[in-house]
């Protein structure tokens, strides 16, 4: 009875110890409690009761916004479940959450809503103009203070009293699972008796734990989600389960293993058959009929947790068997070896990454694949082709923090959709204090500032850095490329991590041409050096002449070669050191890209001399208050295919890139193909 009785003890204060580190982990920690906390707003329950909250404060505020209230309701849902406002609540949610449950600051707290009020406003006046005369000019300043709270001191130390918990009661409990052991076990077998107990402790305190997390999820499915508490309490329980059945996934692995060990062979059989010890009969029998209400209660979640326990187990065990087949079968041991080299070699082969030979489109061509997708284009020299191209193509809308998109989604997926040409901005950049920002580089913040502001205007620029909360940011680590829109703190992608991904897209498509027009902020030497640890030297193009007399190869000879990455540079290029970053504007000429209206398109000669082999048609509106509905009309055909064709007559050439905010609205792909004579 005493055994059992410190085995139970043990067993809980596992328990509590591994509740209160996930809880520590997970809760207590601000930014992850921030993450969490965005992730639960996007919960479809949680988004509609805030988006009722929010519309009864306006409401309050504005009662003649009564009239559209459905509209209001709708829009403020959309908002609040809206990945564009992520970084506002992670920054908001993370210092509140320091100052209110860690106690780490005492200045006023001020959640500002001021620029959520001015997304929801700006979208309502949109979509109902009749509602604009409604609207308070200064609403958003009646919205932005919640005041500064004061919050209850007890609150900080319960939250310490978490913190101890989560590292003393592990440690209490696996001593007192070794104690008992080895106390109770005969002399001779106390490190073995030590291990089993170790072992069921684990164990018991794993089922325990899946009894709490079944009667916790059950409550949780249970939970009123017509009311904004119990949506709450559901979309929490959602993000959250995981990472406490993970804990108890490794709380039975550990018991699992720690049984298996303490047995004097490790013999499947013994596994089968009927338990003598009456404490391991029961724990047997508690093991199989948890197990089963549990994967009654949660099926797939269960399921997963006991497949990956399985995994884990079963790979110690062949590694403890073959250990000791090599220590006490001496015949053995040679094919003991051979077998951990083959798994080691195994291991080596097959996740380590490895050089290969940069795919060449040869067979490819052979088989009849063409060339960017047309066998008739192979043919043809690079300058006689047109390629679809996309306007800042790295600022997509699918990557969290990128304010003002002018892209759907990311590099890779434009080029899976026949994006061929990727007009992209490269800045020097600097990891923050805030893991989620990026600053702009001291060299280059007047200038970014400068060009965000004359892009953006300086109250939207200033707006949105307000969003990300993003003034006084503390530089960390080295300085390093980064692709940005102007200001890094306004969205971000290291470069490096964007062209291992088009390196890894290249290899995979052997047959495409792609091309790089880079806004150059970063060093010719710096960008020669990104674009090599990418991987991607192998595959760019070096020009044989000049613009003038250069003879450009086919796009069959390029993919045949594995020549078929051309880097162009708005500014500056590599001169004679690096002659593969060509100057842009010497090989390319281009039109006018500041419209406002459709009306206002022109193509008359913009950047780049006259005889420029390459043509770059700037097709966008420059209006950022509406990129997407800009893009669905500049970009249909009936608009963008006689403009292209009317730069083609006046200027003489064909348009070579035709670049587009948004590619995937309208008809860019016909439009191409109709220039390259393929439809």
Known sequence: MARAAVLCLGALLLVVGTIAGVVNREVLDADR???????????????????????????????DLVAVRPLLETTTTSVVASPAISPLVRSAVAPLYRAIVLGQGGDPLVLRLADVAAVVVGILTQVSPQADATIPADLDVQLSALGGASYDAGMVGAVHRVVWLARICPLLGLLLLVGAGAGFSPRGSRVRGALRDVGRGALGAGLLMAVVLLLVG??????????????????????????????????????????????????????????????????????????????????LRVAQVVLSVVGVVLVVWGIGSLALTVVRAPRARTWGLIAVTMLVTGWVVLVLPTDRTLPTGTAALA????????????????????FPATHNSM????????????????????????????????????RTDRPDIVATAEQSRASSLAEAEATFGAATVASALRLRNAFGLTPRGRVEPYLCHAMCELGSTLWLDSLRATKEWMDAHPTEVVTLFVQDEVSPRDTAEVIERAGLLPYVYTPIGTPADN????????????????????????????????????????????????????????????DAPLFLVNHWISDKSATVSNAEKVNARSVLLPRVEECQRERGQLPNFVAVDYYDRGDLMGVVDTLNGLD
């Open 551 to 610: 003879p450009w190869p086919t796009l069959g000879q390029m993919v045949e070669s594995g020549k078929r990455l051309v880097v162009l540079m708005e500014s500056h290029g590599g001169g004679d050191e690096l002659p593969w970053l060509m100057r842009g504007f010497r090989w390319v000429q281009d039109t006018p890209f500041l419209f406002t209206d459709p009306k206002q398109f022109s193509c008359e000669p913009n950047r780049g001399p006259a």
């Open 218 to 299: 059950s409550l949780a499915r249970h939970a009123d989600r017509s009311t904004l508490g119990g949506a709450i309490r559901h979309a929490a329980w959602a993000e959250l389960s995981g990472e406490f059945w993970l804990a108890t996934g490794a709380l039975v692995t550990v018991g699992a293993v720690a049984v298996l060990g303490s047995r004097e062979r490790l013999d499947v059989r013994e596994l089968l058959r009927p338990a003598t010890d009456p404490l391991e009969a029961t724990g047997r029998a508690v093991v199989v009929g948890v197990l089963g209400v549990a994967l009654v209660g949660d099926p």
């Open 395 to 430: 600022s997509a809308a699918d990557i969290p923090g990128w304010f003002f998109p002018e892209q759907p989604d990311g590099i890779v997926a434009q080029l899976d959709h026949g994006v061929r040409v990727l007009l992209i901005d490269s800045w020097y950049g600097q």
């Open 367 to 386: 088989s009849g694949q063409g060339c960017n997708g047309h066998v008739e284009l192979c043919d043809r020299h690079y300058d006689e082709v047109a």
């Open 33 to 63: 409690f921030a993450a969490h906390v965005d992730a639960a707003r996007t919960d479809p329950d949680v988004a509609r009761q805030l988006g009722v909250v929010i519309s009864e404060r306006l409401l309050e505020e504005q009662p």
